[in-house]
Structure formats: C-alpha cells, structure tokens
C-alpha cells in the first residue's frame, strides 16, 4: 500500500523560505518519478517540480525555476522541495505525487497513481 505524506507547509512573508518533505511508504523514491504540484483556491492542479530516477533528471515549472530547488533522501525514502525567495502567487495547496513509470508529460495529472492529502502553503 503505497502512503505519500506531505509536511512543512505553513505561512511565510513575500520573500521568505520553506522547505516541504513527502514521506513515502510502501513506494521506493529510487523508482519512477516523484513530482510536487499545487493548486489555488479555484485554480487547477499544476506542475511545480518532478525528478525521474532513472537519469535523476529534474524539470521545474517556469513559475518557480531558480527559487525551487528538488532533492531527495533514498535512505529515507523522503521527496523534498526547497522554496526560496517566496511569492504571494506561490499560494496553494501543495501536493507530492508519485508513479513507477517516468511519467510524460511530466505535468500530466493523471498520469500519477500515488497522491498525498496536500499541505497548504500561504504568501503573504
């Protein structure tokens, strides 16, 4: 059974800094593809990052390119995201999401079977 938890969110000034971890259970970070989207209140999900095993390639949305930054923990089996230099328009819920097959694109909602609950992040 495969458990996808999000923690770290919280609220941050204009300018400020979190960092957001999804824990994974029953699913090797080492496999597939691990990515982060969010969604707005009244907006859809999008992409923000995703980081393909094989290769360790990492794509970020142009939204959050230079202020974002993905790692990983394989010894913890634990997805990170690094949020510098925060936004009010980085404002959403934030959402780890995860799949055995790289999926493509990479943005592509449905293309993940492993989703967490969500942690809320808010800029003001």
């Known amino acids: 059974h495969v458990q996808l938890v999000e923690s770290g969110g919280g609220s941050v000034q204009s300018g400020g800094s979190l960092r957001l971890s999804c824990a994974a259970s029953?699913?090797?970070?080492?496999?597939?593809?691990m990515a982060w989207f969010r969604q707005a209140p009244g907006g859809e999900r999008e992409g923000v990052a995703v980081?393909?095993?094989?290769?360790?390639?990492?794509y970020y949305a142009d939204s959050v390119k230079g202020r974002f930054t993905l790692s990983e923990d394989n010894s913890e089996n634990t997805l990170y995201l690094e949020m510098n230099n925060m936004k009010p328009e980085d404002t959403a819920m934030y959402y780890c999401a995860a799949d055995t097959k790289a999926v493509a694109p990479w943005n592509w909602v449905g293309g993940y079977n492993y989703w967490g609950q969500g942690t809320q992040v808010t800029v003001s």
């Open positions: 029953g699913y090797a970070v080492s496999s597939g593809c």
């Open positions: 980081v393909y095993t094989s290769g360790g390639n990492t």
